[in-house]
């Protein structure tokens, strides 16, 4: 049991939408980081989130945004849905410095049609 | 640049060993890791090991580390059907930023 939780488990919108993705880290855990899993691909980096700023980022444009919150937790914003956004969105937490303690959350299945 | 590469498909008799491979291209790397993934779930840390490690075994995993060749492999000792699941290797960098390979499916026959 890891602890991270994410909500909702699955979710369908169509092109143009905006939708926003939740996470629970850990307890004690101060990092959130988010990755898209497509169909058949390994995960793939979002952005991180520490002390409530982003502390880094991979290959996805501004459309893709976060927050976290004071109490750790997380949430990822898509706007201008496209088709190929349709992905496993999966958070994952950490110690900041302690990559070794990064424990993934279930996943939130989100279809775009 | 940021690259794992895995085979995708390894198929095991049950008791047998399982071995999947798996190069990285990023000298920096400070930790590697396996994850397993099973149909319809998120991931799940197997075993990690740190880059100046060459060797990690946790019960039937065995990690080994070859730093010079950039490989890294993962043994499961005797094989079982719950052992059935996508892994994948990873490396992680700056920030604690994880690159996943594309992951191998490990079917296991009886």
């Known amino acids: 049991e890891t602890g991270v939780t994410q909500s909702p488990t699955h979710l369908i919108k169509t092109r143009g939408q905006q939708v926003t993705l939740r996470c629970s880290s850990q307890?004690?855990?101060?990092?959130v980081s988010w990755y898209q899993q497509a169909l058949g691909q390994g995960p793939q980096f979002i952005f991180q989130?520490?002390?409530?700023?982003?502390?880094g980022r991979g290959n996805f444009p501004p459309r893709f945004s976060g927050l976290q919150f004071p109490n750790y937790s997380s949430e990822l914003n898509v706007n201008a849905l496209e088709l190929d956004d349709s992905a496993l969105y999966l958070c994952?937490?950490?110690?900041?410095?302690?990559?070794?303690?990064?424990?993934f959350g279930p996943g939130t299945r989100l279809l775009v049609l | 640049g940021e690259d794992v590469e895995q085979s995708l498909f390894l198929s095991v008799r049950e008791g047998d060993s399982s071995v999947i491979n798996c190069t990285y291209t990023?000298?920096?790397?400070?930790?590697l890791y396996w994850y397993k993934q099973e149909p319809g779930a998120g991931l799940q840390l197997l075993t990690y090991?740190?880059?100046?490690?060459d060797m990690k075994q946790d019960q039937r995993l065995t990690v080994l580390l070859n730093k010079k060749d950039k490989h890294l492999s993962l043994r499961i000792a005797d094989t079982q059907t719950g052992d059935s699941a996508i892994y994948f290797c990873?490396?992680?960098?700056?920030?604690?930023?994880?690159?996943f390979g594309k992951g191998t499916r490990l079917h296991i026959l009886p």
């Open positions: 994952a937490s950490s110690l900041v410095g302690e990559g070794e303690t990064q424990y």
């Open positions: 307890s004690g855990h101060n990092t």
């Open positions: 989130y520490y002390r409530e700023e982003e502390n």
């Open positions: 990023d000298s920096s790397s400070t930790y």
């Open positions: 090991i740190f880059s100046n490690m």
């Open positions: 990873a490396e992680s960098i700056m920030n604690d930023k994880i690159i």
